[in-house]
């Protein structure tokens, strides 16, 4: 009885307020897309395991809904058009908010 | 090496008139034999030659050679060495002797191939569906190879399989397949003579997602993602495993330091999977300090891995031919102070849990399994080796970098939920100085190698001891490096018919804490 309130006493209050910073630093977060110039995206939308990452006629589209933040994609692609950052909030009001959709040949 | 060849010889001369072809593959022999043999042929290898039961594996090869197959996967332990039995039936006759009633640990397997390939055990005792519920209307088995994905399966005829009870004094109790707490789905159906169970009937697969059949024809790098996602809780053990049964078919050994970081993600992954349920077996009996506590060092692991790979539950840290994230010196460091917290502070949780006279008055004597029954019932992992059963297959068949180092596998003889924990937590310690020996032993080099061309139907086998137990993943590949067949046998599949054996006879309070010293995994078993 006596070992267990010591316990109790000496860890005191661990939980924590709700972190909004970004993850630690190798966290796999939300997957951003910048459209640049002679990016390989052929390649790119190959890598995409879920089929999250398409190509639509002239416009790539990715939709966070399938993303599954593996990074793939972000690996193969030779510009600085996909990163990942470390957001973990994804969550949106609308599924529509989901899509990503920008022109492939933009320049930015 | 001599008692390998041996031990092959001799088993190859005991069977040689039964014998159709024997092939020698990497580390298995398969021996091809006719149906009729089966009784014999497994009876020999699995009484006799004290072998165990790995896996049974289906397979529809009717594209390759117009036949169905089944394979019968035995382990030898002390040569670390399999042998297949593969078995071809007709389409015209696709039946097979059933072995169920002579040797328990068949009874699930079989009962499986029934329902996803119609390959019916002749003579099984239980004749109910095991993953569908009910009866079928019409015949469709998902893992043929025509079979065509259309909708939802209908099994409009839904009957129940249970016991039925024709006593008065007998209290039929439902629980399940939703419960109060976030887990997963299971229907348990009690029969109770007062407060005591009598006898208890499961029925799982309520998750089955085909996760199989939807490995079927993907290339190798996008089956690791869904080989992932098999089970949150064991999802490096299945990679590794399935890892392995690349490798070796591709006859490739991976670099030292891959191994070693293989080893170091495998034993962070038991780690906090022991931890988290010690504090979880408290919850069973309603004791609350041990159950937070529990989950506290649990989350801090859970941080601390997150921090390693970015993944709280390790997930994408395993490739194909090593690991895909490397080790840093202050990450080394960072382990080395986080388990030098963690070991004195998981002795004081250990220490109010076992001297606690109601805790362990609740955990002893409870939910029992003897040495004979968790042998037939092929029992694994944790349950197993609380009842004496003295497996591991980190020891026995050794992967990754386990050959290298030293460990003890820790054995008790009670086979109550008090050895089980007790088992748990010295396998906490186990694992701290495991991860320690590695840290320390961790050699230089690259973490990974590519992985060539596999030749078209070649079949291999991969294993891991997770935290539940031995799983083990089967393998043949197709063209182009593609998967034909994947058959997944976790820990949670082999111990789950040990879960109906442990409760009867203890009252209905005791089953969840009885269900909470197994800790198996839902999603594991119904894939």
């Known amino acids: ?108 | 090496m001599d008692s390998k060849r041996r031990m092959i010889k001799k088993i190859l001369q005991q069977l040689g008139n039964r014998l159709l072809d024997a092939k020698e593959q990497a580390n298995e022999t398969v021996l091809h034999i006719d149906k009729k043999d089966l009784p014999e042929v497994c009876q020999y290898l699995y009484q006799e030659q004290e072998s165990r039961l790995f896996t049974i594996v289906g397979n529809d090869e009717r594209q390759i050679n117009g036949m169905f197959v089944l394979y019968y996967v035995f382990a030898f332990d002390k040569i670390q060495y399999f042998i297949t039995v593969k078995l071809c039936l007709e389409e015209s006759d696709p039946t097979f002797p059933s072995l169920a009633a002579y040797m328990p640990a068949f009874n699930w397997y079989e009962r499986e191939v029934n329902d996803l390939l119609g390959l019916r055990a002749l003579g099984h005792p239980n004749r109910s569906p095991l993953i569908f519920h009910g009866d079928q209307m019409e015949a469709v088995y998902p893992l043929r190879k025509d079979y065509i994905e259309t909708s939802m399966l209908h099994c409009e005829n839904e009957v129940d399989h249970f016991v039925e009870y024709t006593g008065t004094d007998v209290t039929e109790i439902p629980v399940g397949p939703i419960h109060a707490g976030i887990i997963e789905p299971g229907h348990f159906r009690f029969g109770a003579v007062g407060d005591t169970v009598l006898h208890l009937d499961t029925r799982l697969f309520y998750t089955h997602r085909g996760i199989e059949k939807k490995l079927e024809g993907k290339t190798l790098e996008q089956a690791m993602f869904l080989i992932e996602r098999i089970c949150c809780v064991c999802n490096v053990s299945h990679a590794v495993a399935f890892a392995q049964a690349v490798e070796t078919a591709a006859n490739i050994t991976i670099p030292r330091r891959a191994a070693y970081i293989r080893t170091l993600y495998l034993e962070l992954e038991r780690l906090y999977n022991h931890v988290g349920d010690v504090g979880n077996i408290c919850a069973g009996y309603g004791f609350a300090v041990g159950n937070s506590q529990g989950a506290r060092m649990r989350e801090l692991l859970l941080r601390l891995n997150e921090e390693l790979t970015g993944h709280r539950y390790l997930r994408g840290v395993i490739a194909l031919g090593g690991v895909q994230q490397d080790i840093r010196k202050d990450e080394i460091d960072r382990i080395t102070n986080h388990l030098n917290e963690l070991d004195p502070d998981f002795q004081d949780l250990a220490d109010i849990l076992l001297n606690h006279e109601i805790a362990v008055d609740r955990m002893e004597t409870t939910g029992q399994l003897s040495l004979q029954q968790v042998t037939e019932l092929e029992a694994v992992g944790v349950a197993a080796r609380a009842s004496g059963r003295d497996i591991d297959c980190r020891r026995d068949l050794p992967y990754a970098a386990y050959n290298q180092l030293n460990f003890a596998v820790i054995v008790q003889e009670e086979g109550d939920v008090l050895a089980r924990i007790k088992v748990r937590i010295l396998e906490v310690f186990n694992s701290i100085l495991l991860i320690r020996q590695i840290l320390q032993d961790l050699p230089e080099g690259d973490i990974i190698t590519g992985i060539p061309k596999i030749e078209p139907y070649k079949t291999s086998l991969g294993w891991t001891e997770s935290a539940r137990g031995e799983n083990c993943h089967w393998l043949m590949f197709g063209q182009d490096n593609k998967i034909y067949r994947y058959r997944i046998r976790s820990a949670a599949y082999s111990n789950w018919p040990a879960v109906a054996v442990a409760v009867p006879g203890n009252i209905i309070p005791d089953f969840p804490l009885i269900n909470k010293s197994f800790e198996l995994c839902y999603s594991c078993c119904d894939r």
């Open chain 1, 1 to 108: 009885m006596f070992d267990m309130l010591k316990k109790i006493w000496q860890v005191g209050t661990v939980t924590k307020k709700q972190p909004f910073e970004p993850a630690s630093k190798k966290y796999r977060g939300k997957i951003e897309l910048i459209a640049q110039k002679n990016t390989n995206w052929e390649d790119c939308i190959a890598a995409c395991p879920t089929g999250a990452l398409r190509m639509n006629v002239n416009k790539i589209r990715l939709f966070h809904g399938n993303c599954i933040q593996c990074g793939n994609c972000v690996k193969i692609c030779n510009t600085e058009a996909l990163t990942q950052t470390t957001d973990c909030y994804l969550a949106v009001n609308a599924k529509k908010d989901l899509f990503i959709s920008v022109d492939k040949n933009e320049v930015k």
